[in-house]
């Protein structure tokens, strides 16, 4: 099976612009976890999909946002960029049901100037 | 405050030598438990991971990890280290809705 993937894998974008970053599950996983990494802060959990639904959402500001396909592919946006923003993006996929292990892709580096 | 503890940020180890990276959670019930590894750059890859069972457990890479509930830990080891081992090792938690919460992280340097 192809693993968890991420695009894209680097970005430059100034302050106060959107971003968009996509994450495409293993195949046959429903759901979708997105978590943020900074040298700061370490790794934060931003909010999960299951089946097209926000299931579960981190503590972090309404620019930040997502959503989930019916292919189950997924994509996050940041709205408003700040230089807090700029972190590597991880996306993990896991079947769904009963706390099951999340596999991890390569993340999305993000770097606001 | 429900957290994972990773006390050790850094650690140094000699190639050849064992290497232990310590963890403690402190969670009601005991959560699913697992052990990841980072290296520069790249995504997180699952070591292990303990849901029940047998409270020894062995995973990729020779590494190994036992659950101690009464001391509510979860510490992973490695008889003999390489110089591929050199990465940064993060212990987390899901305690029972699917987020994971995460250690600190522990950053390990091998010196040949």
């Known amino acids: 099976k192809a693993g968890v993937t991420q695009t894209p894998r680097y970005l430059i974008k100034t302050r106060g612009q959107q971003v968009t970053l996509s994450c495409s599950p293993i195949s046959g996983h429903r759901s979708v976890s997105w978590y943020q990494q900074t040298p700061g802060q370490g790794l934060q959990f931003l909010f999960e999909y299951f089946s097209e639904t926000q299931r579960n959402k981190g503590n972090f500001p309404g620019r930040f946002s997502g959503r989930q396909f019916s292919n189950s592919r997924s994509e996050m946006n940041v709205s408003t960029l700040e230089l807090g923003d700029s972190a590597l993006y991880l996306c993990?996929?896991?079947?769904?049901?009963?706390?099951?292990?999340?596999?991890f892709g390569p993340g999305t580096r993000l770097l606001v100037l | 405050a429900q957290s994972v503890t990773q006390p050790d940020i850094h650690i140094t180890v000699s190639e050849g030598a064992s290497l232990e990276l310590r963890c403690n959670y402190s969670y009601g019930a005991t959560p699913y438990l697992f052990w990841y590894v980072q290296s520069p750059g790249q995504g997180l890859q699952l070591l292990l991971k303990?849901?029940?069972?047998?409270?020894l457990v062995q995973g990729i890479k020779g590494f190994e990890a036992e659950f101690k509930r009464s001391q509510s830990s979860f510490n992973l080891r490695k008889p003999s280290v390489h110089w591929s081992d050199a990465a940064e090792y993060f212990c987390a938690v899901i305690p029972n809705d699917y987020k994971l919460s995460f250690g600190a992280g522990t950053t390990v340097t091998v010196r040949a």
């Open positions: 303990y849901f029940s069972g047998d409270t």
């Open positions: 993990a996929s896991s079947s769904g049901i009963d706390q099951e292990t999340q596999y």
